[in-house]
């Protein structure tokens, strides 16, 4: 795409022309047409547009016109370095689906170009496969494409002329895109300046390999044509650009209606929703800035879905969105309704009302002499009773499975086993009562303790702080049979634990009978 010397264009086309199989140009209307003869025999096409920022509202409809198997785009303020042109087929690598260059930002003339940051690195995304269900196009200001699947980052670079240009007409374009996407910040200034003004920072530079320079110099030399006859180019409107950019207008018109969708969730429970969407409108609804768009009670935002394919006027899709139910139980209403990300909510909302319950939580407390037995018993808990949730306590690298913070370390931090004992055994005894007046430290509905092989008091003090903690829930506590105490205080701390209210004693032939009143 340009706007710029057609000149320019011309000897840019001219370089590229021997390792491409097909150019496509969009020639803005600020160019006059009477000087674009030597681009139009360069091109395979040239079509006039409208121009209006940004210019990445183009590239939707730029890349739809393409017919190749990979696309490059390169700007008119873009020269390609010997060793970009020399690989670039081979860059298009069928194992991968994009690849992102080097940028090089020529300053002070053809031959230097910013050795520093924000100019290195500047990779960019220009070779993508020519596949639009891999490619999205964001159509924002100084935000690439975006493409799925694997990708390469090349070492071959591609060179920018806009340091080239006199200071002045830099600052105009610094003050027209600061106004269009403001409050960017790169290399410690506002990331227009910083890009487009390094006189600011006086950064270092490097210099340009000889056979690069000669490239750029003779885009940068090209002189303007002489005007002739017009050619006769086809033009696009700028509703066939827009129809593709995905913050275009959009027709509000549409209908949502409900398919399937559950009564009943638990608390933090994920759920998908059929839903029927009609298209009303006089416009595309794409996404992914059209979404389906969740909120509870009215106020809480919940998840938003993209759609999964674009929805033409006058047509109707089966669509499916993604919610997350609240974690508080009750009655909630879930409203749906489309919405234009960044814009407006549609205002066409389905509502239903579904009942939150609250997800019962098995709590397994894991010391470090129990890490080996608390997966198998979750798994255990699992078996016996599908319906509730193993939380492992005390731990955060056991695989799958939820857990929690301990109260291990609000007890025993600071104290030294096997030291001062009687001293320890306050300090901790202190510590559980101040525990026990917090809210929901041990936030479970029933605790199950592994193991009551503790080897030192202070592992004992956090078997029975969980167990303290769980009980004032009202929750009940399942022990395995107790060995021997280790001592006099290990003994006071043991039966404190067992005497503790809503402990049961039982073997793994046990649990299941524990956990059927749950």
């Given at each position: 795409m340009s706007g710029g010397d057609p000149g320019r264009l011309a000897a840019l086309l001219q370089v590229c022309r021997p390792v491409v199989d097909e150019i496509v140009v969009a020639l803005d209307d600020r160019v006059d047409p009477a000087r674009t003869g030597a681009v139009v025999e360069l091109a395979d096409r040239v079509v006039r547009i409208p121009y209006e920022p940004p210019p990445?509202?183009?590239?939707?409809?730029?890349?739809?016109?393409?017919?190749?198997?990979w696309i490059l785009k390169l700007d008119d303020d873009e020269v390609p370095s010997a060793a970009f042109l020399e690989g670039l087929r081979a860059a298009a690598d069928p194992s991968v689906t994009h690849v992102w260059f080097p940028r090089r930002w020529l300053f002070g003339g053809a031959g230097t170009y910013l050795d520093a940051?924000?100019?290195v690195p500047d990779f960019q995304l220009r070779l993508s496969v020519n596949d639009s269900r891999l490619v999205r196009f964001p159509g924002v200001l100084h935000v690439p494409i975006e493409v799925a699947g694997p990708a390469r980052y090349s070492e071959t670079p591609i060179y920018h002329l806009e340091g080239l240009r006199p200071r002045a007409e830099r600052e105009l374009k610094v003050r027209d895109y600061e106004r269009e996407r403001p409050g960017l910040r790169a290399g410690g200034l506002a990331f227009n300046h910083a890009f487009y003004l390094p006189e600011l920072s006086d950064p270092p530079l490097a210099?340009?390999?000889a056979e690069d320079r000669v490239l750029v110099e003779a885009v940068v030399a090209a002189p303007t044509p002489a005007a002739g006859t017009p050619p006769d180019l086809p033009h696009a409107t700028r509703d066939e650009i827009d129809a593709l950019w995905l913050h275009r207008a959009v027709d509000y018109a549409a209908d949502l209606s409900v398919r399937t969708a559950p009564s009943r969730l638990e608390s933090g429970e994920p759920a998908q929703i059929e839903l029927a969407l009609v298209n009303r409108g006089s416009t595309a609804i794409l996404p992914p800035t059209v979404q389906i768009g969740s909120r509870w009670d009215g106020v809480t935002l919940g998840v938003w879905t993209p759609l999964p394919d674009a929805v033409e006027p006058g047509e109707s899709a089966l669509v499916v969105a993604s919610v997350v139910a609240p974690v508080e139980p009750g009655k909630h209403i879930l409203e749906l309704d489309l919405v234009h990300d960044g814009v407006r909510w549609f205002g066409v909302p389905v509502a239903l009302e579904v009942e939150v319950v609250r997800r019962l939580k098995v709590g397994i407390l894991v010391r470090e002499a129990t890490r080996a037995r608390a997966l198998p018993l979750a798994e255990e808990v699992v078996r016996a009773a599908p319906a509730l949730q193993p939380v492992l306590i005390g731990t955060a690298d056991v695989g799958g499975y939820a857990t929690t913070a301990g109260p291990e370390a609000r007890v025993t931090a600071g104290l030294a086993p096997g030291?001062?004992?009687?001293?320890?055994?306050?300090?901790?005894?202190?510590?559980?009562?101040?525990?026990?007046?917090?809210v929901d430290v041990l936030p479970v509905d029933a605790l199950i303790l592994p193991a009551l092989d503790a080897t030192t008091l202070l592992e004992r003090w956090t078997d029975l702080a969980a167990a303290r903690l769980a009980a004032d829930r009202g929750a009940p506590i399942f022990l395995p049979p107790p060995?021997?105490?280790?001592?006099?205080?290990?003994?006071?701390l043991l039966r404190r634990l067992l005497r503790t209210p809503g402990v049961r004693v039982g073997g793994a032939e046990d649990l299941a009978d524990f956990l059927a009143p749950l």
């Open positions: 990445e509202r183009l590239l939707p409809w730029l890349y739809a016109q393409c017919g190749g198997d940051r924000p100019w210099q340009t390999p030291r001062r004992k009687l001293r320890s055994f306050a300090l901790a005894a202190r510590r559980v009562r101040a525990l026990r007046r917090e060995p021997a105490a280790r001592g006099l205080l290990d003994r006071l």
